[in-house]
């Protein structure tokens, strides 16, 4: 079977990208599609900052989530040395603050008028944080619109600050706010990746960066990627953008039920605002830089493993191309992690009523990176296409994938023997109004030009 992408349809889809930034829907694009052991596109355009200086092919972005399955499986190299077992309580790394005795659930209230709890009685345990079902949430709705968890995180000072606890400090702390339900009966995308790094942390005996460094960043030839930006690479690190006019906090993002609209100010003209800039010494100039966004100038104290990466798009193809060689890198011939553990990781392991489920049947209303909740469910760190008919997207059923805050995204394609890595950085994206990893999808997905059986029909 001859096995290629047409090159007309990838004349679309680069057509596809810069329209996105001709229209100001996005300030940059890089997509990189891999296949069959080469790269048949890499194409790249848009803005660095509002310097209007372009894009290049070693551009620095945060990764945000896409964190999460280096993390993830940073823990399972772990788990494949026998050091921990899935089943077991969290409580036995971080501590009596995890004891299931210690916890609480949010029953009902608010933080202003005061909140209700109940007694946790499930213990929390390793695959509950590495498939979001342990509880925790993410702090992303501030004002409690939708989620009232999230509030008393901000509130009650529960956020991580990258300098002040590290992150193992953190993690023994985080119980001490309740939980959004017991631990094992619903998805919730929440801290969980931040306290796997600190497992990470804990089980190898090493920082986390030190290990991430040692054992899959440089094996895989990874180079620019770590928890901030080095001074001498910052020239290369790309500014984030929102919609001038669009939401402003993550609980604005595709949640049910959020009737309350945040719009950002400072209307410019222009479709699209600038969050961040080149550090600045001149405290008025750090003080006009948005809150939520970290200028990633110095090393943290806390490394985020749910979303403190930044790197570049070669960077995380390395990352790529050494799942889909099941675990060995097809540059350095390093070894990484096992096939067998990767097809463990990659299966769905959502699970109710001792039946497999997908995010449809498990999630409960919040933001998340998955782009569909029918037919698709979560392994160890990755979303997992199940059913292709429920999820009404393209990808092959197999295909396993997840994005990042700032609207990155890849998707690994086994039964394509293909991934696809879209590098971006817009936050507060809403795939209601800019289905943005579909959409390029469908083009992708269009642009494959294979033969059937080896021969064209002929003409009658």
Not at 374 to 391: E, T
Not at 410 to 435: G, Q, W
Request: net charge positive.
């Amino acid at each position: 079977m001859s096995r290629s992408l047409n090159k007309t349809s990838l004349d679309k889809l680069e057509s596809f990208q810069h329209k996105l930034i001709a229209d100001e829907s996005i300030a940059q694009s890089h997509v990189a599609i891999y296949r069959d052991g080469k790269y048949q596109y890499n194409r790249f355009n848009g803005i660095i900052r509002g310097d209007n200086k372009p894009i290049k092919q070693d551009s620095i972005y945060r990764y945000y989530s896409m964190s999460k399955p280096i993390v993830s499986l940073a823990l399972m190299q772990l788990f494949e040395q026998g050091k921990f077992l899935l089943s077991d309580p969290v409580h036995l790394y971080l501590g009596k603050t995890w004891k299931k005795k210690n916890m609480s659930i949010y029953k009902s209230g608010n933080f202003k008028d005061g909140y209700k709890t109940t007694k946790c009685k499930s213990t929390v345990t390793i695959k509950h944080l590495l498939t979001h079902t342990s509880g925790l949430s993410y702090g992303f709705d501030p004002h409690g619109i939708v989620n009232k968890v999230d509030e008393i995180l901000y509130k009650e000072g529960y956020l991580p600050h990258n300098d002040e606890l590290s992150v193992v400090e953190w993690a023994k702390k985080l119980p001490k706010a309740p939980l959004s339900f017991t631990p094992g009966t619903a998805y919730q995308y929440g801290f969980n990746s931040d306290v796997v790094g600190a497992l990470v942390e804990i089980i190898s005996g090493q920082p986390l960066d030190i290990y991430l460094q040692e054992k899959i960043f440089a094996p895989l030839g990874m180079v620019d990627t770590a928890f901030w930006v080095d001074p001498t690479k910052y020239h290369r690190f790309v500014s984030q953008w929102m919609a001038t006019n669009g939401v402003a906090s993550m609980a604005d993002v595709g949640v049910t039920g959020n009737k309350k609209k945040n719009t950002a100010t400072n209307n410019t003209g222009s479709k699209l605002k600038e969050l961040d800039f080149m550090w600045s010494d001149n405290q008025e100039t750090r003080n006009k830089t948005a809150k939520y966004v970290d200028p990633k100038h110095i090393k943290p104290v806390f490394n985020s493993g749910g979303g403190g990466l930044c790197g570049t798009m070669q960077d995380y193809c390395r990352f790529c191309e050494m799942l889909l060689h099941g675990g060995r890198s097809p540059v350095t011939g390093n070894r990484i992690i096992s096939s067998h553990t990767i097809a463990f990781m990659t299966t769905n392991h959502l699970t109710k009523n001792g039946k497999e489920t997908d995010f449809g049947g498990m999630s409960i209303p919040g933001y998340t990176e998955a782009t569909a909740t029918d037919g698709v469910g979560f392994g160890l760190g990755f979303s997992v296409v199940g059913n292709r008919a429920l999820s009404k997207q393209i990808e092959s059923v197999g295909t396993y994938s997840w994005g990042g805050a700032a609207s990155t995204s890849f998707i690994i394609d086994p039964k394509e023997n293909m991934f696809v890595i879209h590098m971006t950085a817009l936050r507060f994206r809403d795939d209601r109004k800019l289905p943005l990893k579909m959409k390029l999808l469908q083009h992708v997905y269009g642009s494959i030009d294979d033969d059937v059986n080896g021969v064209y029909m002929s003409k009658l």
